[in-house]
């Protein structure tokens, strides 16, 4: 089971930290892909880190902001969110897969998390 938290109500220019926790297996043997759905829009990858942790993914959209990291002692895939803008609003999931072509490609994910809600506004 993946589950995604650390959702919450923050102004523009503040900071989140989104977890995804698993239990029953260990994330050390997957991918992990960050996601978010928008109100109104499509469901879109826009972070990613290797079993490695070496060279993260990160979209256009969210470079130089999020930043993506694993601590393997907590079994645990954290998202550290700065400079949050109104347009990151969204809800947040995280998902686990053996070997994604594509960080982005949604359906090579093999577990997904519920999702977390993250609003930025002031």
């Known amino acids: 089971q993946l589950q995604a938290s650390g959702g919450g109500l923050v102004q523009p220019g503040g900071s989140l930290r989104l977890s995804c926790a698993a239990s029953?297996?260990?994330?050390?043997?997957?991918?992990i892909g960050w996601f978010r759905q928008a109100p109104g829009k499509e469901r879109v990858g826009f972070s990613g880190i290797s079993r490695s942790g070496g060279n993260p993914f990160y979209a256009d959209s969210v470079k130089g902001r999020f930043t993506i990291s694993r601590d393997s002692a907590k079994n645990v895939v954290y998202l550290q969110m700065n400079s949050l803008k109104p347009e990151d609003t969204a809800v947040y999931y995280c998902?686990?897969?053996?070997?994604?072509?594509?960080?982005?490609?949604?359906?090579?994910?093999?577990?997904w998390g519920q999702g977390t809600l993250v609003t930025v506004s002031s």
């Open positions: 998902a686990a897969g053996t070997n994604p072509s594509r960080y982005t490609f949604q359906d090579e994910y093999d577990f």
């Open positions: 029953g297996f260990s994330l050390d043997y997957y991918t």
